[in-house]
């Protein structure tokens, strides 16, 4: 027994022998990083840094080891190291940050590139890989993940939609592809289509009046869509996708090299062409569609090593909703009713850097688009064109970062409604002639603390001059805890028929009352924003307070006459307040959850003969939220990702004596998606969209009678409303709308991705 207890001892301390340990310190920027995971690969064995940045890990066998040092928010490294007998193998690393989650690189805000968290100006950034938990054939559909967002289906029939930020309409967003003014009026109900996603760096999203840097329509918000370099594409990349309803989505993104340019190509074809009833009532649920899109950028060289980027991009779409017999043959004709649209859209928009001792840019885009549509059998032929050049540049003098600007944006618009009409019936396009000019001032008093201020005016060619303040402070303690106070002014100036196509559908005529003034909005936000470091990961966290006051609110009452709508600049003000938290959490282990709420209140106050009455905003739900919770298990490689958004009750636009609700119910949108990774350059993925398969109730009037025909089912021979069939005057309306009439449907695609060699 003593001998083998001798040999038991003997053997143990030839193994303790035998084994090493491994100990170190990890770093950013010289300053220890604690809470970082280091992790032997191929063993059980690991550990974390501790505050001061240092780890330790014994009883490591000895012999080579790959050594996995992770953390949220920073670059994942892996280095080799060998292990000796009886010995402590030391290591240093050091981290470099993840630009992607902690510091993104942001333009919006300030026109021009800083870091997120420097920014006096609250940006939320999205990256592709976001979407991606969610696929969409267009970025419409994809910002419904976004907290304060709201992508608004306006018409059941066409199924055009805007984007709404903090309960405000489409019309007071203004949407940006590369900070050129390209998505707006005319196009407002259709640009975010077709910007093929593939292409997309990032997304920016303001929330608030950005008027002072980007002038008319910045009132509600900026969206702001950066598209990639073209050398950072590889040379070819797919994504393909379809549904069980008859969708298909195909992405195409190339990119190569012509001398020492370089360029990349983005082709995006969607298809819809099975007609569904699921609600039985004899109208398409969703519009048939067929869209291509062609994007082209390049990066040309010059020896200078400045930048000069040329893009182009070409839009058709044909698509059409109405009765489920409806043909093209049916066209502009009272027998079938449809609504069909045709759209020619092309694009341009360049960047060149001049030749100056500080930062200065030339910024120049056109685009032209064109619409050929009939609703039922008005017909709605509409062109427009809008061109825009801007001279900037920026100057750091002391502590003073100096923004100038002089943009010059050039619009005519024509159609064949009283919206190009003089008195006297003839037609006369719409000329607007915009020249402006601008300046900011960002000072950093004090590490701690920023202001910014700015300036625009601008001379619109029918309603003269206009100033757009806005005043900036930033507060930030320490790297995790940031303070910001903003407060401006925005204006719009509009024309009613490039935005709102709910002028045009349903049959209802339009009346403008007197001749519109430009809108007026006075904006405050506090937003605070925080990040937790985890002993396995982080939380951030931000809160906004945010109120919009109204002046010359353009409104369109849609409730004195069922058969008009009419429009004038509100007798009253209106507001638009409330209150938007996000977290994002993740962690080491390859969870991520993004929440987020908003609660809001949006209305107006009109002065009327009786005094003042308070009318709620249509389509702005007091309360709504947005998640997306994703895991991913290392082996076998597979993604797991539910996302939804959850709507409150909003106000709906009823007509008088509606037998709808006027509010709509609590609901939610729900998707689950998985998605598997062959290796690095093949992905399938596979989910089901709206997963509790909710679908709205009742979303048109009288949908067995859309022409409203005298001596029809609801009116007689004089065209009056027939009192045993219609008693309360109903007529055909499709404008009843809180969620896109379609159910569950599953969705599978692919993701092929070829390198360059």
């Known amino acids: 027994?003593?001998?083998?207890?001798?040999?038991?001892?003997?053997?143990?301390?030839?193994?303790?022998?035998?084994?090493?340990?491994?100990?170190?310190?990890?770093?950013?920027?010289?300053?220890?990083?604690?809470?970082?995971?280091?992790?032997?690969?191929?063993?059980?064995?690991?550990?974390?840094?501790?505050?001061?940045?240092?780890?330790?890990?014994?009883?490591?066998?000895?012999?080579?080891y790959t050594v996995r040092i992770s953390g949220v928010g920073y670059q994942t490294q892996e280095v080799t190291v060998s292990i000796h007998s009886g010995a402590t193998q030391q290591l240093t690393i050091e981290m470099t940050e993840d630009v992607s989650q902690l510091e993104a690189v942001v333009v919006t805000g300030t026109m021009k590139e800083v870091t997120k968290m420097n920014s006096p100006i609250m940006v939320e950034v999205?990256?592709?890989?976001?979407?991606?938990?969610?696929?969409?054939?267009?970025?419409?559909?994809?910002?419904?993940?976004?907290?304060?967002?709201?992508?608004?289906?306006?018409?059941?029939?066409?199924?055009?939609?805007?984007?709404?930020?903090?309960?405000?309409?489409?019309?007071?967003?203004?949407?940006?592809?590369?900070?050129?003014?390209?998505?707006?009026?005319?196009?407002?109900?259709?640009?975010?289509?077709?910007?093929?996603?593939?292409?997309?760096?990032?997304?920016?999203?303001?929330?608030?009046?950005?008027?002072?840097?980007?002038?008319?329509?910045?009132?509600?918000?900026?969206?702001?869509?950066?598209?990639k370099e073209p050398g950072s594409l590889p040379?070819?990349?797919?994504?393909?996708?379809?549904?069980?309803?008859?969708?298909?989505?195909?992405?195409?993104?190339?990119?190569?090299?012509?001398?020492?340019?370089?360029?990349?190509?983005?082709?995006?074809?969607?298809?819809?062409?099975?007609?569904?009833?699921?609600?039985?009532?004899?109208?398409t649920d969703v519009t048939l569609q067929n869209r291509i899109s062609i994007f082209n950028k390049w990066s040309l060289y010059r020896p200078s090593g400045k930048n000069f980027s040329l893009a182009g991009r070409y839009v058709y779409e044909n698509r059409w909703g109405g009765e489920m017999q409806w043909t093209p043959d049916f066209r502009g004709s009272n027998q079938i009713y449809g609504e069909s649209i045709y759209t020619n859209r092309t694009e341009l928009i360049g960047n060149y850097e001049l030749n100056t001792p500080f930062p200065a840019f030339v910024d120049f885009s056109y685009n032209f688009h064109q619409q050929d549509s009939y609703y039922g059998t008005v017909k709605y032929f509409a062109t427009q064109q809008v061109a825009f050049a801007q001279l900037r540049g920026t100057k750091k003098i002391g502590r003073h970062d100096l923004l100038a600007g002089i943009p010059l944006r050039y619009i005519t618009y024509d159609d064949n409604t009283v919206g190009t009409a003089e008195s006297d019936g003839t037609n006369q396009p719409d000329l607007t002639l915009l020249p402006g000019?601008?300046?900011?001032?960002?000072?950093?008093?004090?590490?701690?603390?920023?202001?910014?201020?700015?300036?625009?005016?601008?001379?619109?060619?029918?309603?003269?001059?206009?100033?757009?303040?806005?005043?900036?402070?930033?507060?930030?303690?320490?790297?995790?805890?940031t303070l910001r106070l903003t407060g401006g002014s925005g204006y719009r100036v509009v024309n009613l028929f490039t935005e709102d196509h709910a002028a045009l559908t349903g049959s209802r005529t339009v009346e403008i009352r007197n001749d519109l003034n430009p809108e007026q909005s006075w904006n405050a936000n506090l937003n605070y924003a925080r990040n937790i470091i985890l002993s396995e990961g982080f939380i951030n966290l931000d809160a906004s307070l945010f109120y919009t006051y109204f002046t010359n609110k353009i409104v369109g009452d849609f409730l004195t006459d069922p058969n008009k709508i009419i429009y004038d600049n509100l007798d009253g003000y209106a507001i638009s307040r409330g209150l938007t938290v996000n977290s994002d959490l993740a962690l080491a282990n390859s969870f991520k959850m993004i929440t987020g709420f908003t609660w809001m209140d949006v209305f107006q106050v009109q002065q009327t003969e009786t005094g003042k009455s308070k009318?709620?905003?249509?389509?702005?739900?007091?309360?709504?939220?947005?998640?997306?919770?994703?895991?991913?298990?290392?082996?076998?490689?597979?993604?797991?990702?539910?996302?939804?958004?959850?709507?409150?009750?909003?106000?709906?636009p009823v007509v008088e004596n509606d037998f709808r609700p006027a509010m709509s119910?609590?609901?939610?949108?729900?998707?689950?998606?998985?998605?598997?990774?062959?290796?690095?350059?093949?992905?399938?993925?596979?989910?089901?969209?709206?997963l509790l398969n909710f679908i709205p109730q009742d979303p048109l009037l009288h949908p067995d009678d859309p022409f409203d025909r005298p001596g029809g089912k609801y009116f007689d021979a004089n065209g009056n409303p027939r009192p045993d069939t219609n008693p309360y005057g109903y007529t055909f309306d499709t404008t009843y709308n809180y969620a896109q009439l379609q159910g569950a449907k599953v969705q599978a695609g692919i993701r092929w991705t070829i390198e360059k060699k």
């Open 1 to 64: 027994m003593r001998i083998l207890i001798t040999f038991g001892f003997f053997l143990a301390s030839q193994f303790v022998w035998a084994q090493g340990s491994l100990s170190g310190t990890v770093r950013t920027k010289g300053e220890p990083l604690p809470y970082i995971n280091v992790l032997l690969k191929g063993t059980t064995l690991g550990n974390t840094t501790n505050e001061a940045g240092e780890f330790t890990i014994d009883n490591i066998t000895a012999g080579t």
């Open 126 to 227: 999205f990256s592709p890989s976001f979407f991606l938990k969610n696929p969409t054939p267009n970025i419409f559909e994809s910002l419904s993940l976004v907290n304060g967002v709201q992508p608004q289906i306006n018409c059941n029939v066409c199924n055009t939609g805007d984007i709404h930020i903090n309960g405000l309409e489409g019309p007071y967003t203004m949407i940006l592809i590369d900070g050129m003014p390209i998505v707006s009026s005319l196009s407002t109900v259709y640009g975010l289509s077709g910007i093929p996603n593939s292409l997309v760096k990032r997304m920016e999203i303001v929330k608030g009046p950005a008027s002072t840097l980007y002038g008319s329509e910045a009132v509600g918000g900026v969206i702001n869509i950066i598209t």
């Open 235 to 283: 040379l070819l990349k797919v994504d393909a996708f379809g549904t069980s309803v008859g969708e298909f989505n195909l992405d195409v993104a190339s990119s190569t090299s012509v001398g020492k340019s370089t360029t990349l190509l983005g082709i995006n074809y969607f298809g819809y062409n099975h007609a569904r009833d699921i609600n039985a009532d004899n109208f």
């Open 437 to 481: 000019i601008f300046v900011q001032d960002e000072i950093q008093f004090t590490p701690k603390f920023t202001t910014l201020a700015g300036l625009r005016y601008d001379h619109h060619n029918v309603h003269g001059n206009i100033f757009t303040p806005r005043l900036s402070f930033k507060f930030a303690p320490d790297k995790n805890n």
């Open 615 to 652: 009318l709620p905003q249509v389509q702005a739900p007091r309360f709504s939220g947005t998640f997306t919770i994703s895991y991913t298990v290392s082996k076998p490689a597979v993604t797991f990702d539910l996302t939804g958004r959850v709507y409150g009750p909003m106000h709906l």
């Open 665 to 690: 119910p609590w609901f939610g949108i729900l998707n689950f998606q998985v998605s598997k990774s062959f290796h690095s350059n093949l992905e399938v993925y596979a989910g089901v969209k709206n």
